[in-house]
C-alpha cells in the first residue's frame, strides 16, 4: 500500500488523536470502515486509544458502530474495558446497541464491571444495557460487580434493579473474609502456575483502594497481574440492605 494512500495514512492520524489529519484523509478518500493489515478496524483503534473527537468524526463519516473488528472485537466493548466513558458515549448516541455480544460471549458491561469503571456501567446501564444479563461465565454481573470489590458498580446495577442480590452478598462475604491480596495471588497462580515472585502496590483513588498484584520473571519484570477493588464491606451493608428492603 503507497504511503500516500489515505488508507494507510489514516490509522497513524487515528493512534494519535490528530483530528485534522483524520478530516483530511476522509475527504481525500479513506473509508471511514478502513482496515489495517491485522484487520482492525479504523473506529476499533479510536476506541480503544480513547480518541473520542475521532470516534465521532469515523462515525459521521459513516462508520458502522457495531461492525466487530476482527471479526471478533467491538469497538463498545474495547472503550468500556478501557474505561475511556466518553467514546462509549459517542458510540452509544451513534446507535451501538448497549448488550452487543462479542468473542468468547463478553459484553460491554462485563468489561467495565469486571475493571470497576463506574461511570462507563452507568453510561451503559443509562442506554438500556441489561442489568441481568450474565456474564461469560454464566455470572449475574451484581456477582461480577460484588468480586471486583467496587462499590460505584454495585450501587449503579441497584439503581437499574440488578437481580441476585443474594449471590452478590454471599461473593462480596467471601472476598472480604479472603481479602483482595490472596484472592489475586490464588487466581494468577491458576493460569500462570505456582511458584513465581511477585509484587503488590496499593492504589488509592476517589473510589477507594486498589490492590494490584504482579507477577515477575527471573529478572524481576512483570509479565502478567490483575487488580481489584477494596470496597467489599460497603458492599456487603449495601446488599444487606437492598437484600432486606426487596425480600430478595
Same mark, same amino acid.
Given at each position: 500500500?503507497?504511503?500516500?494512500? =489515505?488508507?494507510?495514512?489514516?490509522?497513524?492520524?487515528?493512534?494519535? &488523536?490528530?483530528?485534522?489529519?483524520?478530516?483530511?484523509?476522509?475527504?481525500?478518500? +479513506?473509508?471511514?470502515?478502513?482496515?489495517?493489515?491485522?484487520?482492525?478496524?479504523?473506529?476499533?483503534?479510536?476506541?480503544?486509544?480513547?480518541?473520542?473527537?475521532?470516534?465521532?468524526?469515523?462515525?459521521?463519516?459513516?462508520?458502522?458502530?457495531?461492525?466487530?473488528? @476482527?471479526?471478533?472485537?467491538?469497538?463498545?466493548?474495547?472503550?468500556?474495558?478501557?474505561?475511556?466513558?466518553?467514546?462509549? @458515549?459517542?458510540?452509544?448516541?451513534?446507535? +451501538?446497541? =448497549?448488550?452487543?455480544?462479542?468473542?468468547?460471549?463478553?459484553?460491554?458491561?462485563?468489561?467495565?464491571?469486571?475493571?470497576?469503571?463506574?461511570?462507563? +456501567?452507568?453510561?451503559?446501564?443509562?442506554?438500556?444495557?441489561?442489568?441481568?444479563? %450474565?456474564? =461469560?461465565?454464566?455470572?449475574?454481573?451484581?456477582?461480577?460487580?460484588?468480586?471486583?470489590?467496587?462499590?460505584?458498580?454495585?450501587?449503579? *446495577?441497584?439503581?437499574?434493579?440488578?437481580?441476585?442480590? &443474594?449471590?452478590?452478598?454471599?461473593?462480596?462475604? @467471601?472476598?472480604?473474609?479472603?481479602?483482595?491480596?490472596?484472592?489475586?495471588?490464588?487466581? *494468577?497462580?491458576?493460569?500462570?502456575?505456582?511458584?513465581?515472585?511477585?509484587?503488590?502496590?496499593?492504589?488509592?483513588? %476517589?473510589?477507594?483502594?486498589?490492590?494490584?498484584?504482579?507477577?515477575?520473571?527471573?529478572?524481576?519484570?512483570?509479565?502478567?497481574?490483575?487488580? *481489584?477493588?477494596?470496597?467489599?464491606?460497603?458492599?456487603?451493608? *449495601?446488599?444487606?440492605?437492598?437484600?432486606?428492603?426487596? &425480600?430478595?
Amino acid at each position: 500500500m503507497s504511503t500516500n494512500d =489515505p488508507a494507510a495514512l489514516l490509522f497513524p492520524a487515528v493512534y494519535e &488523536g490528530d483530528e485534522d489529519a483524520v478530516v483530511r484523509l476522509l475527504r481525500a478518500g +479513506a473509508s471511514p470502515e478502513a482496515v489495517d493489515e491485522e484487520g482492525e478496524s479504523a473506529l476499533y483503534l479510536a476506541a480503544v486509544s480513547d480518541r473520542a473527537a475521532v470516534v465521532r468524526l469515523l462515525l459521521a463519516a459513516g462508520a458502522e458502530p457495531d461492525r466487530l473488528s @476482527r471479526g471478533t472485537d467491538a469497538p463498545l466493548c474495547g472503550a468500556a474495558c478501557g474505561g475511556h466513558t466518553e467514546v462509549v @458515549r459517542a458510540l452509544l448516541a451513534a446507535g +451501538a446497541h =448497549p448488550d452487543i455480544v462479542e468473542e468468547f460471549g463478553f459484553t460491554a458491561l462485563t468489561w467495565a464491571l469486571r475493571r470497576g469503571h463506574t461511570a462507563v +456501567a452507568e453510561a451503559l446501564l443509562e442506554a438500556g444495557a441489561d442489568p441481568g444479563r %450474565p456474564g =461469560p461465565a454464566g455470572e449475574p454481573p451484581l456477582v461480577t460487580a460484588a468480586h471486583r470489590g467496587s462499590v460505584g458498580c454495585v450501587r449503579a *446495577l441497584l439503581a437499574h434493579g440488578a437481580g441476585a442480590r &443474594g449471590e452478590a452478598l454471599a461473593e462480596a462475604r @467471601r472476598l472480604l473474609g479472603v481479602g483482595a491480596e490472596a484472592e489475586l495471588r490464588e487466581s *494468577l497462580a491458576r493460569t500462570h502456575g505456582a511458584g513465581h515472585a511477585s509484587a503488590t502496590h496499593r492504589h488509592t483513588s %476517589p473510589e477507594g483502594v486498589t490492590v494490584e498484584v504482579r507477577l515477575l520473571d527471573e529478572r524481576g519484570r512483570p509479565f502478567a497481574g490483575d487488580d *481489584l477493588e477494596t470496597g467489599h464491606a460497603e458492599i456487603v451493608a *449495601l446488599l444487606k440492605a437492598s437484600t432486606t428492603r426487596s &425480600g430478595h
